[in-house]
């Protein structure tokens, strides 16, 4: 983990509210389906303004903290907001100092080790604290890139 600035951001895709321990349980888990539908071929082909092809994943509107309901947006990063296909939404996700965490190797499994490192760091007291405002998860052909609001 290391400490640096993210630039502002602008996401586009589809959105659910859960919490961390609704997705330990396959009925009540709601990730899995929003991960399909946004992995799904062209599922953002008809979005404009696309920044490039990576998926963006924005974990928002925390109820307290990692144990509480927060929504996760699966999209593609955009320039401008562009005229939303529907079932979709927009969330701009601000600039802020964050915590950097690498996600290497297979997946989903690396990203809950990630995920798993974080939480360690927030019920430990390590610091810089959590802020529990807009985490940003960047994917890419090596992995994933979380940055955690502190």
Request: proline share 7%.
């Amino acid at each position: 983990m290391d400490v640096t600035n993210r630039d502002e951001v602008i996401v586009v895709g589809f959105a659910v509210r859960t919490m961390n321990a609704d997705e330990l349980d396959p009925v009540r888990a709601k990730l899995p389906p929003l991960w399909q539908r946004a992995g799904a071929p062209g599922a953002f082909a008809h979005v404009a303004g696309r920044v490039d092809e990576r998926l963006y994943a924005v974990l928002t509107d925390y109820e307290s903290d990692h144990h509480g309901a927060y929504t996760q947006i699966v999209g593609c990063a955009v320039r401008t907001v562009p005229r939303l296909p529907e079932g979709m939404v927009a969330v701009r996700v601000p600039a802020a100092r964050v915590l950097r965490v690498e996600a290497r190797g297979p997946m989903p499994q690396a990203i809950i080790d990630a995920w798993q490192q974080v939480w360690k760091h927030t019920e430990s007291g390590g610091a810089p604290a959590r802020s529990f405002t807009t985490d940003l998860e960047v994917h890419h052909p090596d992995g994933a890139d979380l940055y955690v609001a502190v």
